[in-house]
């Protein structure tokens, strides 16, 4: 299970990051981009297992679904996309640069103090 391994490596991560404070991490907040290739609801699932056992056992994973934006090469426009329609409304052009939607990224954590 791809999520599994994903979910294991953010706590690794997480831990990491959460040693040079004292206290218990709340939450963390992670960015899913759309084209990741990572189901939302299979890595809440794989959390719940990777968690089990370690330091963060009580932490909640909050997962931010981030959605696809591209920029046009021709017109410069950006704008938002589905991933079975990326070209660009305003010239048609098909090909379009991916600005945001890959990220698989950790981007916060609350800590109780
Ligand atoms: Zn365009």
Do not use: N, Y
């Not at 391994?5 to 206290?23: D, F, N, R, T, V």
């Not at 218990?24 to 759309?34: D, F, I, K, L």
């Not at 017109?75 to 010239?91: D, F, Q, V, Y």
Request: charged share 25%; with cysteine; glycine share 6%.
């Amino acid at each position: 299970m791809h999520e599994l391994s994903i979910a294991l490596s953010m706590i690794e991560q997480i831990e990491a990051a959460a040693a040079k404070h004292p206290g218990a991490v709340r939450s963390a907040q992670v960015r899913v981009g759309v084209l990741s290739g990572v189901d939302c609801e299979a890595l809440r699932f794989a959390w719940e297992i990777a968690r089990a056992g370690t330091p963060l056992e009580r932490t909640a994973l909050e997962i931010e679904s981030v959605p696809l934006r591209v920029r046009c090469p021709v017109c410069g426009k950006t704008h938002s996309a589905e991933i079975h329609s990326i070209l660009c409304p305003h010239c048609v052009t098909p090909e379009q640069d991916i600005l945001e939607g890959r990220e698989l990224q950790l981007a916060s954590l609350e800590i109780d103090e």
